[in-house]
Each structure stands twice: as C-alpha cells, then as structure tokens.
T-cell receptor
Framework: DAGVTQSPTHLIKTRGQQVTLRCSPISGHKSVSWYQQVLGQGPQFIFQYYEKEERGRGNFPDRFSARQFPNYSSELNVNALLLGDSALYLC????????????????FGPGTRLTVL | AQKITQTQPGMFVQEKEAVTLDCTYDTSDPSYGLFWYKQPSSGEMIFLIYQGSYDQQNATEGRYSLNFQKARKSANLVISASQLGDSAMYFCAMREGPDNYGQNFVFGPGTRLSVLP
C-alpha cells in the first residue's frame, strides 16, 4: 500500500510569492494534518482536516490556509511568503478513533522542503 | 510553558549498547497519548512507539520500549542493542484528549542520537 505522498519535494520561492503544497493520505485515512518544521526544531502543528472540515489550527497567521478535497487529499497554501517560512512542511494522515494505538498513529509523508529567498 | 521537554540535545551510544532518551511532558488533561518518532536525515518522520495515559503496562515494540512514569510525567524511550541505523533525530510528542478529533500533536525539540561503531 502506498504511504502518504507529498509534492513537490523541493521548492524555491522569493519573498512575497504564494505557494501551494499537496498531500495525498494513505488510502482509507480521512484525517490530514500539516506541520512546519524549521531546521533544528521539532514540527509545529498548522492544521488538521477531517472529512473536509478544519478540526484544528495551530498558532499560524492567516497567510496560511488549507483545504481537503472529497478524495481526502489536501493542499496547504501560504501567501506573501517570508524568509521565516523556509522549512520542511510535513503532512500526516491518520484514521480517527478512540484509544487503540493503531488508530492513534499518524503516518507522515516525506515532506516538502520550501526555501524562501 | 513547554509541553514536551527533551533535555538531551545530543547523545552518543556504542553499537550494541542500550540507550535511554529522556522526555517529560506537561498536561492537565487526564486522557493523552505519548509518541516517539525517529527522523533520519532524509526528513521523514517514522513512528516508533505509543503509550496511552490509561495504559497499565509500558509499551514495547521490538527493540524499543517506553519507560512511562505517570506521576513524574516522564516517557523515556529505551533503545536496546543499538544499531548504526539508529543514528537519527528522535522526537517525543503528545496528543491531548482521548481521540484524534481536532488533533493537536505537540512535539519536543528532539534528541540527536549518534551510534558509534
């Protein structure tokens, strides 16, 4: 079975531009979460989407937005890019449930490395 | 306040030896989950082990075990019989609440483990 896929793998943009990152979850997973990982730090939660609705949002400005499609894939959009947006953007998918370890596990994609010049 | 603390920025261990990576957490929610992830230089986050707050026994997965001390709010990862391929960043993470809705994983800053031949 295919894991979580993300595209593109690398991206270079200049300040002020807009970027769209894409994620396809594991088949059967309806929840997608996005994380930003700045070099040398742990991932920071940006969004969670479940059944096309936003279920959680981290402490990020409104320049960051996302959506989930009927096939459960997701896009993360970042407008008016700043140098500080340079990071590895990770997408994770999971099933949603209670208690059991397998249902709580998030599966991460390989990430998109964004460089803002 | 930091919700997840990993006090060891870097650790060295000799091949075939055991190593303990520290993690302490802070939450007032009685229901939570604790996770360990491995991140090799390639960037992908690899799930290692999960411990639920109501689990009576410490979690084990192959060479990985989690030393869960609830009263001390610690969830240390023990890797037995270290291998060269274990060299990577290791992140402790916490999910607050009993399920994945509005999921908000909080990651610690990570520990870089280097296994020496």
């Amino acid at each position: 079975d295919a894991g979580v896929t993300q595209s593109p793998t690398h991206l270079i943009k200049t300040r002020g531009q807009q970027v769209t990152l894409r994620c396809s979850p594991i088949s059967g997973h309806k929840s997608v979460s996005w994380y930003q990982q700045v070099l040398g730090q742990g991932p920071q939660f940006i969004f969670q989407y479940y059944e096309k609705e936003e279920r959680g949002r981290g402490n990020f400005p409104d320049r960051f937005s996302a959506r989930q499609f009927p096939n459960y894939s997701s896009e993360l959009n970042v407008n008016a890019l700043l140098l500080g947006d340079s990071a590895l953007y990770l997408c994770a998918s999971s099933s949603v449930g209670y208690g059991l370890a397998g249902e709580n596990e998030q599966f991460f994609g390989p990430g998109t490395r964004l460089t803002v010049l | 306040a930091q919700k997840i603390t990993q006090t060891q920025p870097g650790m060295f261990v000799q091949e075939k030896e055991a190593v303990t990576l520290d993690c302490t957490y802070d939450t007032s929610d009685p229901s939570y989950g604790l996770f360990w992830y491995k991140q090799p230089s390639s960037g992908e986050m690899i799930f290692l082990i999960y411990q639920g707050s109501y689990d009576q026994q410490n979690a084990t997965e192959g060479r990985y075990s989690l030393n869960f001390q609830k009263a001390r709010k610690s969830a240390n990862l023990v890797i037995s019989a270290s291998q060269l391929g274990d060299s990577a960043m290791y992140f402790c993470a916490m999910r607050e609440g009993p399920d994945n809705y509005g999921q908000n994983f909080v990651f610690g800053p990570g520990t870089r483990l280097s296994v020496l031949p």
